[in-house]
């Protein structure tokens, strides 16, 4: 796969310390983004799965996988691969997307689809820099939201991610 | 015909004939020579002719044109050996003349420079060098340790010390005490205590127990040259809480009764009703409120009131009572909280450098203080500003507040919150098994207490049957240059380990000679810490008795820096990046531990090993060492040397790995260490995270850890949290006015990065922040 990138005791990409991986190639290009590296689908480098998964092993003290980017989900069979591992690993599963997440449930491709199912929590929509803010928790603008995926496949309808209580 | 002569500063002066005769005279007398006046003079004429009938010499020769003609007619006359007297005199005499001149340089830098371009006056963090007080503070310090280095050293340990293969901590105060004291404050307020200004009553309310207890910091700070530590703040403030209550409790009974009942005088009531209840019950007003109390008081006030009217006031009295103790002590904490970062102790404007250490009380008044202080932590000082003072340490313990069903586990996630905004406070844990060894439950005293920046005391080999921390302190400790052994070695690890016990040799007697020094004073040299019974033991002794046996319970310390850098020298690699270092890396730790414990069981002595905190001290090194090795990579080529064990901070690597490979030095090193994450990212908005590495190094046997992240603010808008070149609030740049900047030194807070030493500066910057690994955005 193509990344930008990884992250290991990531504590801004989602709750507890977490393994980010930063696809490369995103085609949202939102002004302002805080990743402009990120967007050219020739940047990067390519990655191993294999050799991310090892990676995340080999931190005990991971609580997630954070698919970032990028745009994951333009390279969703990989992703999956990783969001597998990470299950099986006890691990929870973030993803970041420049896509809503009803645009997500629309789209064709059916590993769009398996990864979606594979996630926790997606963080969706494009960063909107009149909506942005340094007060929301785990997302740049406003108009993203964090969506706690079981929980809306449950209710039929989207449901947000709570945070614990401090 | 010489009538004047050029001094070495310049000067001329009438040439005095006499002063070469007595200089020769003396030289004579240094060989023990047979000849004296009479041959002196003789050959003083021989200088004098062969003087003026030198071309290249000037009719004012130079001093040192003077001495040399002495020393040329000496030999040629056949004196040898009082011409090597004499040169050896020479030596002597320019030695100290060259650190007569070195420290009048110095004083000059103290007067006129700034601190922004002097080292030496930002040596200290905490100390404005630009203030009047603060450079007074400097010539002081400067000169007293010239002037052991030349009178009261020993010269092979002053030798050792200006060489930098050893770094004596706080040399200034060599002949005038010891580091540092946990304060406790339990036996402090029994009965009151003086400052020598007056006498402090016992305290009877929380705002004047949280006062004293500043004051107790501030007296004892200026007979120490360390830091000042309370061991038990929670234990301690919990009877001013218990006071305050009972007083607030007895007050609203009585202004109710007035206020609803006519009652002409209330408060006389009020204390009869309580005193007659405490006379049947045993049981007086408290936060926790028995119902046995209760109905008592009930019952009494019965015969005044209606019994309905009666359950109402007592319902009314407790509800205010409740609710005037969380304000109460949350003043008081507040004004803790400020006080120490705004009462200037010492010359200097140094406010004191203080600890408090708690966590495990769980009466509902050790945990209300505890609270509270957390939340006026967490608030800030007055326009919000993260205080640095004083360094906060929660005592993790399990089975106390460590998993969610035990009792102050609330305060356990309190305290992980406050830290993430504030830095402190920092955590230490008792489970860790050379610390847990030492824990009786109901015994508060056995509960380990660290100083802020990392000073451990705990076993006493002096009195193996008081192992505890309260009212004991390190007398003074001594560095070993790591990498400079490492260097020399070649390689050679059995030489490596041969050469570490010499230096373990000459750091065991110079700390032998310091306590001698500091043994023979009497009480009176330290009227708080001895004079008020601050210190164990000190109660048994009179005002000038002398404080030799009391010391001994205090701890005698050798530390280390650079551990990682000599692993490089040695093996090419450090303890982040093979095993096998980091096998080493503990075989060397261990034996100076197992060298000091030797020497505490051979004579009854503290001698521990420390992980030291380096200030002034990670630049000092290897300045000394780049001049002589040159620049070794991964060795020498950085401004400061790695702080005793840790991994270096420019290395890459998780905060699993780090607690992990840090984790086994902690239960080497008795007299002190400490592990830091540090955290890249605003720790606020994810304490899950937090929270998950408290608990590693819990699980790692970490004695005492902390998390370093980022915590700027913009005094303009009010922002807290990471400020790059622009606040992500208002985004105004920082030309104007400066972005406050909090970092840690030393275990230390520091509000700007102005004060640190340029080793300091160049590690701050190269500090890896545990999260990143080959991260391209």
Not at chain 2, 134 to 145: I, N, P, R, T, Y
Not at chain 2, 427 to 438: E, K, T
Not at chain 2, 482 to 503: C, D, K, S, T, Y
Request: a negative charge; aromatic letters at 8%.
């Amino acid at each position: 796969m193509r990344i930008a990138g990884t992250v290991n005791d990531s504590i801004v990409d989602g709750p507890g310390l977490r393994f980010t991986v930063f696809t490369q190639g995103c085609p949202h290009a939102c002004p302002g983004c805080h990743n402009p590296d990120t967007h050219d689908p020739q940047g990067g480098y390519d990655a191993d799965t294999d050799d991310l998964i090892a990676k995340m092993k080999k931190n005990p003290l991971l609580d997630g996988l954070t698919l970032s980017g990028g745009e994951p989900f333009v390279q969703s069979a990989p992703c999956i691969v990783l969001a597998q591992a990470a299950r099986a690993q006890g691990l929870n599963v973030w993803a970041y997307s420049g896509f809503t997440y009803e645009e997500l449930l629309a789209h064709p491709d059916p590993q769009v689809q398996e990864l979606l199912l594979l996630c926790d929590v997606l963080v969706d929509g494009r960063f909107e820099l009149e909506q942005r803010s340094l007060e929301l928790r785990f997302r740049g603008s406003r108009n993203q939201r964090l969506i706690d995926l079981p929980a809306t496949r449950a209710a039929g309808q989207v449901v947000c991610w709570t945070p614990p209580v401090w | 015909m010489i009538t004047m002569i050029t001094k070495r500063d310049g000067r001329r002066v009438p040439f005095e004939q006499e002063k070469i005769e007595t200089a020769i005279v003396k030289a004579f007398a240094a060989s023990q020579s047979q000849k004296g006046q009479e041959t002196a003079r003789e050959l003083a004429d021989l200088v004098v002719k062969a003087l003026e009938s030198n071309e290249n010499i000037s009719a004012t020769p130079t001093v040192e044109e003077v001495q040399d003609a002495v020393e040329a007619i000496l030999i040629e006359k056949g004196f040898v050996r009082t011409a090597k007297a004499y040169i050896l005199y020479r030596a002597e005499r320019s030695r100290v003349r060259e650190m007569n001149t070195r420290l009048m340089k110095t004083y000059e830098d103290i007067a006129f420079k700034d601190a922004a371009d002097s080292d030496v006056k930002r040596e200290n963090a905490n100390i404005n060098g630009d203030s009047a007080m603060g450079a007074m503070l400097k010539f002081g310090s400067e000169g007293a340790k010239q002037f052991y280095d030349i009178y009261v050293l020993n010269p092979k340990h002053a030798e050792a010390h200006r060489a930098g293969n050893i770094h004596i901590h706080d040399l200034d105060f060599l002949t005038l005490t010891t580091t540092c004291c946990q304060i406790d404050l339990l036996e402090l307020f029994k009965d009151g205590f003086s400052t020598g200004h007056g006498v402090l009553r016992e305290p009877q309310d929380i705002a004047s127990y949280s006062a004293l207890a500043c004051i107790a910091i501030q007296a004892n700070q200026n007979d120490q040259h360390g830091g000042q530590s309370i061991v038990n703040f929670d234990y301690g403030m919990a009877p001013g809480v218990r006071k305050t209550y009972q007083k607030r409790f007895r007050d609203n009974i009585a202004r109710l009764l007035e206020a609803e009942h006519d009652v002409p005088d209330g408060t006389a009531l009020a204390r009869d009703m309580l005193e007659a209840v405490k006379a049947q019950t045993g049981l007086v007003p408290a936060m926790a409120d028995d119902p046995a109390f209760h109905e008592a008081l009930h019952k009494e006030l019965s015969q005044h009131i209606p019994a309905d009217a009666a359950e109402r006031l007592l319902t009314l009295a407790r509800r205010f009572s409740d609710r005037e103790i969380i304000k109460a002590t949350f003043q008081a904490m507040e004004a803790l909280v400020h006080n120490l970062n705004t009462m200037n102790s010492r010359a200097g404007a140094q406010v004191p450098f203080s600890s408090i250490n708690y966590g495990t009380d769980t009466s509902p008044e050790g945990r209300l203080v505890m609270e509270q202080l957390l939340l006026a932590t967490e608030a800030g000082l007055g326009r919000g500003e993260t205080p640095i003072f004083p360094i906060q340490i929660f005592r993790v313990k399990e089975g106390i507040n460590y998993n969610p069903e035990d009792p102050n586990y609330d305060l356990f996630r309190l305290a992980i919150r406050t830290s993430a905004k504030r830095l402190f406070p920092n955590f230490s844990f008792l489970d860790a098994p050379y610390n847990l060894q030492y824990y009786k439950p109901g015994h508060p005293e056995t509960e380990v207490s660290y100083m802020g920046c990392r000073t451990r005391v705990m076993g006493n080999a002096h009195d193996r049957n008081r192992e505890v921390s309260p009212r004991r302190g390190n007398l003074s400790f001594t560095s070993i240059n790591l990498p400079r052994i490492a260097i020399e070695a070649h390689g050679n690890v059995q030489w490596f380990f041969e050469e570490l016990e010499r230096m373990l040799d000459l750091v065991y007697e110079q700390l032998n000679e310091r306590f001698e020094i500091i043994a023979r004073k009497k009480v009176y040299n330290f009227p708080f810490l001895m004079g008020q019974h601050v210190w164990m033991d000190s109660e048994t002794l009179n005002w000038d008795d002398e404080v030799r046996e009391v010391l001994k319970h205090g701890t005698l310390t050798a530390g280390f820096i650079g551990l990682a850098e000599a692993l490089v020298a040695l093996r090419g690699k450090h303890h982040g990046q093979s095993e096998e270092s980091q096998n080493l890396g503990l075989e060397i730790v261990g034996f100076m531990r197992s060298y000091l414990d030797r020497k505490s069981a051979e004579t009854n002595l503290n001698y521990t090993l420390i992980a030291t905190p380096a200030e002034g001290l990670s630049g000092r090194f290897v300045r000394i060492d780049r001049e002589r090795y040159g620049v070794i990579p991964g060795v020498t080529d950085r401004d400061y040397y790695t702080n005793s064990f840790h991994i270096p901070v420019y290395f890459p690597i998780n905060a699993f790995e780090k607690i992990t490979l840090e984790g086994p030095y902690h239960a080497l090193t008795n007299a002190g260490h400490i592990t830091y994450v540090e955290m890249d990212g605003d720790p606020m908005h994810n304490l899950e995270a937090f929270e998950k590495i408290v608990r590693h190094m819990h699980d790692c046997g970490v004695g005492y850890g902390s998390i370093n992240h980022p915590v700027d603010r913009d005094p303009v808008c009010g922002f807290n949290g990471i400020i790059g070149d622009t606040c992500p609030q208002c985004g105004r740049a920082e030309e104007e006015h400066q972005f406050e900047r909090i970092r840690r030194i030393t275990g230390y807070l520091v509000g700007t990065l102005d004060r640190f030493n340029n080793g300091k500066r160049a590690e701050e910057r190269d500090r890896v922040k545990h999260a990143l690994e080959d991260c391209s955005c």
